[in-house]
């Protein structure tokens, strides 16, 4: 009698699964229908403005050429989708680490110390600016692209410093060291393949150690008292030149009036005499009384005058008289 209850309790369990079954179909094939969709949407991605994708499939790059904005790919694990910044300028620092420097922490001596051609110690920190110009090769070239480019710099930082003299580095070829440095390490890293563009190379800091910094601040202080008594000679002679030159043009100028006006006037002169010596051959004794009256017109005005009356004198003259404080 139980057999035949238990029989009957599982044939009604049975019926009941089967009437409900169709509805579970339905929900499995809605969900695994919602499922592929999903997993189709998650293809899609967005390229931002400084970025470019790289598109692989199955570990090989199909497409390195992706411009920003919205594109679709296979689903994983058919590809895969990298997104370099390849407009994002990005900083290496030389000498020191930048996270060191923010938490206001000093950088190691074997970081910043570098030897010079002369055998003479200097602090030097340094910064490198770079971006990525291949995304292919940046991502797949080499193995750490930026440990890279600190590696070249330093090693290109190094043997440039290492074959100048001191006094060199830390004044006058200072911009040269950076444009060496940008083009040899840019050397290396083509040599590399990598991808990467270095834009420039700019000195933080770059100082002898603090053992000697007193000598050097005094050789710079001779240096710089040369430069100014050097400019201040400069500025001296540039100011007295043009004076003088324009001295010596007035006398120049000066000269050549004088004798255009000498040339002038002895020319006159002789024209002068000429026209006389004509009039005086045309009529002698005229001539002779006009010049002698105009001789004695110059003459007279210019002398004192005694006249003496021979008959009040009787022939008797007082030459006292005629005696400058005898009067």
Not at 17 to 22: D, I, S
Not at 118 to 135: F, K, T
Not at 218 to 244: F, T
Not at 277 to 302: A, F, H, N, W
């Amino acid at each position: 009698m139980k057999n035949k209850d238990s029989l009957l309790h599982l044939k009604a369990v049975f019926q009941q699964v089967r009437a409900v079954l169709p509805e579970w179909r339905k929900l499995a094939l809605l969900g695994g229908i919602c499922f592929l969709g999903l997993y189709l949407l998650s293809g899609i991605y967005v390229v931002q403005p400084n970025e470019q994708g790289v598109v692989r499939r199955f570990g090989r790059v199909v497409n390195d050429g992706i411009m920003p904005g919205i594109h679709y790919h296979l689903p994983w694990p058919f590809e895969r989708i990298n997104r370099p910044k390849t407009l994002q300028v990005k900083v290496m620092s030389i000498g020191f680490r930048m996270v060191d420097k923010v938490k206001g922490l000093s950088p190691r001596p074997e970081e910043t110390q570098m030897l010079t051609g002369d055998e003479n110690i200097i602090n030097v920190q340094l910064i490198v600016q770079y971006r990525v110009e291949d995304p292919r090769a940046f991502l797949f070239a080499v193995e750490s692209p930026h440990w890279l480019v600190r590696k070249a710099a330093e090693a290109c930082l190094t043997k440039i410093i290492g074959s100048m003299g001191v006094d060199q580095v830390l004044t006058t070829d200072k911009l040269i060291i950076q444009e060496r440095l940008k083009e040899e390490a840019q050397a290396i890293l083509d040599r590399y393949g990598c991808g990467l563009r270095i834009y420039g190379t700019y000195f933080q800091d770059i100082n002898p150690t603090e053992e000697v910094a007193f000598a050097f601040r005094d050789v710079a202080s001779a240096r710089e008292d040369r430069n100014r008594l050097i400019n201040e000679a400069h500025g001296y002679r540039n100011e007295k030149l043009p004076q003088v030159r324009g001295q010596a043009e007035q006398m120049i100028r000066e000269a050549e009036g004088y004798k255009t006006e000498r040339v002038n006037r002895a020319r006159g002169e002789a024209d002068r005499f000429l026209s006389l010596l004509q009039e005086y051959r045309k009529s002698r004794e005229v001539t002779e009384t006009r010049l002698y009256i105009e001789t004695m017109e110059k003459i007279l005005p210019k002398i004192r005058k005694y006249i003496l009356d021979k008959e009040q004198n009787k022939g008797v003259v007082d030459l006292k008289m005629i005696i400058p404080g005898q009067e």
